[in-house]
């Protein structure tokens, strides 16, 4: 498995994991429950509403169709008044040949019981996003259109800022513009009345698939956006907003936005003068990828060596890196060891983050997000350790 793309299932674990009343039950080997529970408690340890299978060895033999069925039955017994119970199968079922649709029968639930195809052997974990968030449009149903409304499409759940970002874009719209839901991240009602939003609003192209999906079944018109990042990252991502709802007269909408976070800057001059010129790597997913580049590099005056969504190979990202002179890296956990090894800075921006404990939500939109960002941003490089050559010239450790 490549760390940076990693597999299916996990895609379709971060497409469904936020949707707070329902329940996630793998049908796969104990591996996956284990793997997703893992990134998944990093941060929301007291969430956790999932369960599996556990196939074994006669499941292959014989297959796990009465497997599932018994797991299911128990899940709803395990979790009661789930709103919805969502089955993701993996690379064992999917071989077999598990008939899944007379399992979900055979349980006789109550409840909708959703299937995501979430084997590894068969895609990656940006193809297992779109497939779980568009199971979830099955059960979307049309209503009345909330005027100046929308859906925000991208946001996992699992992101280490997730809570704190979807606040933040909440506030900046609400003067003019109510956010209906944040599909994978909400109720399943929430999910369900998405159609009722006049827009969709696709953050770096994340959840593509599901918003063309509401265009053609509900006539719901989408945008796709930058994650707004700073200051002109925000402004920009409200312009959009507004010229596709048709809402003019926006500089009052942004001017205490702008107003606070300049002055967050202002306070920070003097420890941003280190960030200006170093070279980065950025190793993001595609939905943060662009509007952090453009950030780092507008800015911040940083110099955007090399960027990575994680799609091919990581090892032949990393020997990229190694060759670069990049010595700040913005990743996730699983860049640890690069930048160890090469004495790089490493800031931990995107999923997975396994190794650092939140607390308190907080993101790194709006104005107290972007001062979040920029603390975690210098103090990773103020702390790091330099030497000195015999040359003079000084290097990372």
Same mark, same amino acid.
């Given at each position: 498995m490549k760390p940076g793309e990693s597999c299916r299932l996990f895609g379709a674990y971060r497409a469904c994991i936020g949707i707070r009343d329902a329940v996630i039950l793998f049908h796969s080997v104990v591996g996956c429950n284990a793997g997703t529970l893992l990134l998944h408690l990093a941060q929301h340890p007291a969430d956790v509403r999932q369960a599996c299978t556990v196939m074994y060895e006669s499941d292959v033999l014989y297959g796990g169709t009465e497997t599932l069925r018994d797991g299911l039955q128990h899940a709803a017994e395990l979790y009661p008044d789930p709103q919805a119970i969502i089955v993701i199968s993996g690379c064992v079922p999917n071989l077999i040949g598990d008939d899944m649709a007379a399992a979900i029968a055979a349980a006789g639930l109550d409840v909708p019981v959703l299937h995501v195809m979430g084997a590894g052997t068969v895609g990656t974990m940006g193809d297992g996003y779109e497939a779980g968030l568009r199971a979830l449009g099955a059960y979307m149903r049309p209503g009345e259109i909330v005027p100046r409304s929308c859906n925000i499409l991208g946001i996992s759940y699992d992101d280490p800022c997730a809570e704190g970002d979807i606040a933040a874009l909440r506030?900046? @719209?609400?003067? +003019?513009?109510? *956010?209906?839901?944040?599909?994978?991240?909400?109720?399943?009602?929430?999910?369900?009345?998405?159609?009722?939003?006049? !827009?969709?609003? *696709?953050?770096?192209?994340?959840?593509?698939?599901?918003?063309? $999906?509401?265009?053609?079944?509900?006539?719901?018109? $989408?945008? *796709?956006?930058?994650?707004?990042?700073? =200051?002109?990252?925000?402004?920009?991502?409200?312009?959009?907003?507004?010229? #596709? !709802?048709? =809402?003019?007269?926006?500089?009052?909408?942004?001017?205490?936005?702008?107003?606070?976070?300049?002055? =967050?800057? +202002?306070? #920070?001059?003097?420890? @941003?003068? $280190?960030? $200006?010129?170093?070279?980065?790597? *950025? !190793?993001?997913?595609?939905?943060?990828?662009?509007?952090?580049?453009?950030?780092l590099a507008e800015e911040l005056g940083m110099e955007v060596a090399l960027s990575s969504d994680g799609r091919g190979d990581m090892r032949e990202v990393y020997d990229a890196v190694r060759a670069s002179d990049a010595v700040v890296v913005f990743g996730s956990s699983y860049e640890k060891e690069l930048c160890t090894d090469g004495g790089r800075v490493l800031v931990r921006i995107s999923y997975p983050v396994f190794d650092r404990l939140q607390l308190v939500p907080h993101g790194y939109l709006g104005a107290e997000g972007l001062a979040h960002l920029i603390e975690e941003i210098v103090s990773a490089v103020l702390q790091h350790e330099y030497s000195q050559t015999e040359y003079g010239e000084v290097r990372v450790r």
């Open positions: 506030e900046m @719209l609400a003067p +003019r513009v109510q *956010v209906q839901s944040v599909p994978g991240c909400g109720s399943f009602a929430e999910m369900r009345d998405a159609p009722r939003a006049a !827009l969709n609003i *696709v953050l770096g192209g994340g959840g593509r698939e599901l918003a063309a $999906y509401m265009q053609e079944q509900f006539g719901t018109p $989408y945008i *796709v956006a930058d994650y707004p990042y700073g =200051i002109h990252g925000m402004t920009a991502f409200i312009e959009c907003v507004a010229d #596709a !709802l048709g =809402i003019a007269e926006i500089d009052a909408w942004t001017a205490p936005f702008v107003r606070a976070a300049e002055e =967050i800057v +202002r306070r #920070a001059a003097e420890p @941003l003068r $280190y960030l $200006y010129g170093p070279p980065a790597a *950025v !190793l993001v997913d595609s939905v943060h990828m662009a509007g952090l580049c453009t950030f």
